[in-house]
């Protein structure tokens, strides 16, 4: 599997990447990597081994194994389409047009 990193950093791993990028982005200078599948894609969670395939997969596992939240671990995630999920409710619709499987977690006191 391959993808493209913008000059600007940005990761574009689908046709549903963040079509706001285009707009914003004057660089639009792209390099070709190739995925490592030895590597995982999905960040481990941050009370165990697991590694959550999908953004809302990440907050349920923290709701359902850990009895925790994302908000009480001080953690929210970047899906690549560029929403930031904070809990794994009201994210039905953003389900229904991304796969959410290319996400990154984030301290809450990142910018």
């Keep these: 599997e391959i993808y493209l990193v913008c000059s600007c950093g940005e990761e574009v791993r689908s046709q549903k990447s963040n079509p706001n990028h285009i707009k914003k982005c004057n660089g639009l200078q792209f390099t070709l990597h190739k995925l490592d599948k030895t590597v995982p894609t999905t960040p481990q969670c941050i009370q165990c081994e697991a590694y959550p395939t999908t953004a ?8 359902r194994q850990h009895k925790s939240s994302m908000k009480a671990n001080g953690i929210y995630l970047i899906c690549s389409c560029g929403l930031k999920i904070r ?3 009201g994210n039905s619709d953003h389900s229904k047009k991304c796969d959410g499987k290319q996400y990154t977690l984030h301290k809450l006191d990142d910018k």
């Design 56 to 63: 809302r997969c990440y907050a349920k596992h923290l709701r």
């Design 87 to 89: 809990s794994d409710t």
